[in-house]
């Protein structure tokens, strides 16, 4: 370590706000970043997937989380109960399954910024953006668009445009999808206000992401609902990407719902159990909606009643009786987040993918273009870039990372996302990609 760098780490020691001059492009600096992190104990409760020998550099938490080590003895705890006391674990296990969802409603709660009512553990995304819609999305003849953006993720237009025909109108008319017309594809909040300045008396619902799959902008949820609920559209929010990763503050932020995955930074295994938002000012509201006898209120469900009486909250809004083997890698995974707490994580976050942009923006700046907005504020984890030579090379250069133990993921055309995920993700491992992105370049030079 030269002596400009440890003159650094000394002074780092007071506190003072960190500031982009103090990344500095050297290992021994971001080991001892790594170090000095308040969170670092936290990556010896994952498993790191292996390359060869050594710590593969997993920069894919944006698309499945790493296992955290306590789940599988989660889920053979749940195999144990079952065989111990068969029925009756619905009661004597030791997290009992009839009221197992409720184990994982304050964290989750927590997580996005709700109240504990608000939020429900339940299907997958796709399922609760549907049920969702079948409640707010309540077309008129006179106003019955849905506006999303023009590079929404593929499902949630599947989901919007069968939502539209199954009303009985028009996808092709009805569905405003807004282009991001700033450089990198994203979308600025002037176009928003434009979008729903045009066309708001027709549209019945606003369907946006918390953070863009994409392109990684992180959208100002209080501000987008503002301009929704001022021409009276309904407004809920994707938060696939947003989830464990930025700050939703959703019960301030207004919106009427929301869902989220729990694979992705919620590190909650594949195809993990999702969650789902109801803003306390609809708890009591008779809304349509497709029911099921577990949304039906507790204290009479097991009368087996044929009058659906639904539980107020966010509850109401579930069909089937939970599955425990999904629920219980989520309890493990929302645990560690508890104990992290995610204004501290957030934290990190910012530092760890400001450590990576910094490294893309002064030492491969010939290699790779960022596309995610600078600011802070306007992104989480997640960097998307794209390399400047054109498609072929990006594949090229995905291909020799992956086989250098580097793992970012690759979206086409031409799209590499890299997300440091602050529970398990170090200074090392942005300072490893920068090291492997100059190798690939010296290599094809
Ligand atoms: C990951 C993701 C999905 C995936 O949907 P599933 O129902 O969980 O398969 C949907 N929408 C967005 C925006 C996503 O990022």
Redesign the pocket.
């Given at each position: 370590m030269d002596v400009h760098v440890r003159r650094r780490l000394r002074s780092d020691r007071k506190i003072r706000p960190f500031t982009v001059n103090d990344y500095v492009f050297d290992s021994n600096w971001a080991r001892a970043q790594d170090g000095a992190d308040p969170l670092r104990k936290f990556r010896g409760e994952f498993l790191i997937p292996p390359h060869g020998d050594v710590e593969q550099t997993y920069l894919c938490g944006n698309s499945l989380g790493l296992q955290p080590r306590a789940t599988r003895q989660a889920l053979l705890d749940e195999l144990d109960d079952w065989a111990r006391l068969g029925v009756e674990g619905h009661v004597h296990g030791r997290h009992p399954w009839l009221p197992y969802h409720r184990e994982v409603r304050d964290a989750l709660a927590e997580i996005v910024g709700a109240e504990p009512s608000e939020v429900v553990a339940m299907n997958?995304?796709?399922?609760n953006l549907h049920l969702m819609m079948v409640s707010f999305y309540r077309p008129t003849r006179e106003r019955h668009a849905i506006l999303i953006e023009r590079n929404?993720?593929p499902?949630?237009r599947h989901a919007v445009a069968s939502q539209i025909a199954f009303h009985g109108y028009d996808p092709d008319e009805a569905l405003i999808e807004l282009d991001g017309e700033e450089s990198g594809g994203t979308v600025s909040m002037a176009a928003i206000e434009r979008a729903l300045h045009q066309h708001g008396s027709r549209i019945a619902l606003v369907l946006w992401?918390g953070v863009q799959?994409l392109t990684g902008q992180a959208f100002d949820l209080a501000a987008i609902t503002k301009l929704a609920h001022a021409q009276r559209c309904t407004i809920g929010f994707?938060l696939?990407?947003a989830a464990g990763n930025i700050i939703t503050n959703l019960h301030d932020s207004g919106c009427d719902f929301a869902a989220w995955?729990s694979?992705?930074y919620l590190n909650s295994g594949p195809?993990a159990v999702?969650g789902c938002f109801v803003h306390e000012r609809h708890a009591r509201e008779n809304l349509p909606r497709f029911a099921g006898w577990w949304g039906h209120r507790e204290d009479t469900r097991f009368q087996m009643r044929p009058g659906f009486d639904p539980t107020p909250g966010a509850d109401g809004w579930q069909l089937s009786n939970p599955p425990i083997f999904a629920l219980a890698p989520l309890r493990v995974s929302l645990e560690i987040f508890q104990r992290a707490g995610m204004q501290r994580l957030h934290q990190k976050s910012k530092k760890l993918t400001g450590y990576l942009d910094w490294l893309i923006r002064t030492q491969l700046n010939d290699v790779l273009e960022i596309l995610t907005p600078a600011e802070p504020e306007r992104r989480g984890a997640q960097l998307s870039v794209r390399v400047r030579h054109g498609r072929e090379a990006g594949r090229s250069l995905f291909e020799y990372l992956v086989a250098h133990g580097v793992l970012g993921d690759w979206r086409e055309p031409d799209v590499m996302r890299l997300s440091p995920a602050p529970l398990y993700n170090r200074f090392q491992d942005c300072f490893a990609l920068a090291e492997a992105v100059q190798a690939w370049r010296n290599a094809s030079a």
């Open positions: 997958s995304l796709t399922v929404a993720f499902s949630d992401p799959y994707d696939a990407h995955c694979y992705k195809g999702a």
